[in-house]
């Protein structure tokens, strides 16, 4: 067996422990491993997956593996590579993805086009913010409902189960049909619709539990309901599913996440078999143990022992800061301090805060200190406003139903349709049942509009017609001929600002971007997924993000900041009495550091324009004293004078 993990020697990078080679081995049972960070699950996900496809027990594309984020599946994908060179044909991926790839294959059982768009939270806002607006209600009140919605679809409640008469009630179900009116689906939809597609046709059904002869899941605590539903639908016995996780490691109960799906695996399926793995791999001594004497002030969890061969290493510094320029810099200077003398690389490191607004203090220092870095799940480049507009146009090209990509760009650049103009494709698209595109092609031919509007009106139809006529040259091109032909790209070169400048070279990295694609379905299609998913993920750059999206990496160093009560545990969960959630997301943020972590607070801190004194996170008090060094030692005096000024 080439490749074959379990021949390995301790030191090989590819060596399992017995329990992780017991868990790669077993194919018969409904397996689960449940077990602490860093103990190896993702590693053994995906020696098992090799393990498989060169033990011939199943063809590679008979294998269905599930991960939590598109980067997840990304280095998942990289690692499988090196384990054998068998693994393309594996459908590996994000649930949304996975979800998506089956849609396509049968939107019509679902009433759909095998070429329905993907919406984004973005757009699911704007929809509920118009919806509300017909209604004379309150557009400010759209994100309410936008969560509610979200959170029915995560239960798997489709609009068809409503039976109250609620607003929000009827707000969804307005909802449905007008992104259903759009050829449209959003993410919740992607595993609604398989979930219906699998109901409708039994025979469908039974093709794809017949195809996915394993099924391997990272990250399991964190499914929700609708997930959950998919995948027992695909395979009801257990027969060749394992299943990881961390019960510890459950974060998104908010997003609708159930860990009760992990706690009752054994119900669930038959013939399960749980293996838990003790040995963590990931952190020094002394970094599991600030971490394990935290998470042990949770009441409900499993409980498991979590232990390393390795040595203490250095114990968790705290750090008290001044204030949130003071920790910025702390951090920043800790940085430049690590790789200059222990060659701890900036790709090697990672500053984790509780929430997005965080970063921007970092940011700011890094800068001045001129450390690369980058916002991971922040400014994500595909929400930028011109790389939306120039998808929008190649959506609409790609798809003529899609009514939010029409909206989206019917007067950008500005045109003379207004929305007068707009409400009357409405009104017409509405009445015969056709797409706006359509409605406008319509309104149009009837001559009807006033010269102006209707030579705007033409022209714009023309072009869009033109371009589509062109739709099968390479993505790059087209986005060339939009930026030229639509006068997008001159209008910003005249507006001669700083902003436009930045447009405009994001627009050449869009260009760049786009030389990867054959064709512009397959570009849109990966838009529509790769929200959550970091580019340049190998530049060697200090990664700032969320401790949510932090789950499942590792870094030589971890810097966590704002611990203060009312930042973390942040406000909602401690008016919500969801302390442990916020726990077990401490816990996630120290276990993803190797060598080094940090914690750090501010004794005043500025949030929304006024200043606060939080006082410092209870959580530190709940860190054992044997494993973190709470002394405020001024590391920067001690470095500047060993290595010069670092500034
Ligand atoms: P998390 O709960 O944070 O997702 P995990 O259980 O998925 O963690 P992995 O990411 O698979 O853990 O492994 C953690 C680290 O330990 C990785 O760097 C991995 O390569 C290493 N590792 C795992 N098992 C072994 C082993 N048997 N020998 C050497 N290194 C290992
Ligand atoms: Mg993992």
Redesign the pocket.
Known sequence: MPANALEKK?ND?D???PE?QEAVVTLDKALLVL??????????LTAKIAYIIDHGYAYPSQILAVTFSNRAAGEMKERLRRLTDRSDAVWLGTFHSICARILRQHADLVGMSRDFTIIDADDQQRIVRQILKEANADPKAAPGFFSKISRWKDKGITVADMHDSSPEARIYKIYQERIRSYDSADFGDLLLYAIEVFKKSPEVLRQYREKFKYILV??YQDTNMSQYIWLRMLCPTGQGICC?G?DD?AIYSWRGAEVGNILRFEKDFQNTKIIR?E????SKGHILGAASSLIAHNRQRLGKTVWTEDDQGEKVTVKRAFNGFDEAMFAAEKIEFLRRRYGVKYGETAILVRAGYQTREFEERLTAFGLPYRVVGGLKFYDRQEIKDIVAYMRLICQPNDGLAFERIINVPRRGIGAAAVAKFHAVAEEKNISLYRAAEEVFSTGELRPSLQTALGEFINLTESVRAKKNLRPAEIAKIILTETGYQEALYREQTMEAQARIENLRELLIALEEFETLGEFIEHVGLVADSARHSTEEVVSLMTLHSA????FEAVFLAGWEDGVFPHNLSLRDDNLEEERRLAY?GI??A?KYAFISYAENRRIYNQWQSNPPSRFLSELSSDHVDFAEREYAEEDVLRFGSVR
């Open positions: 301790e990078a060596y399992l422990n992780q077990s602490g960070a860093g103990t190896g699950k993702t590693k053994v990272d990250e990881v961390d490691q793995l040995r963590n791999y990931r789950k499942g990496l590792e996630v276990t993803r190797r």
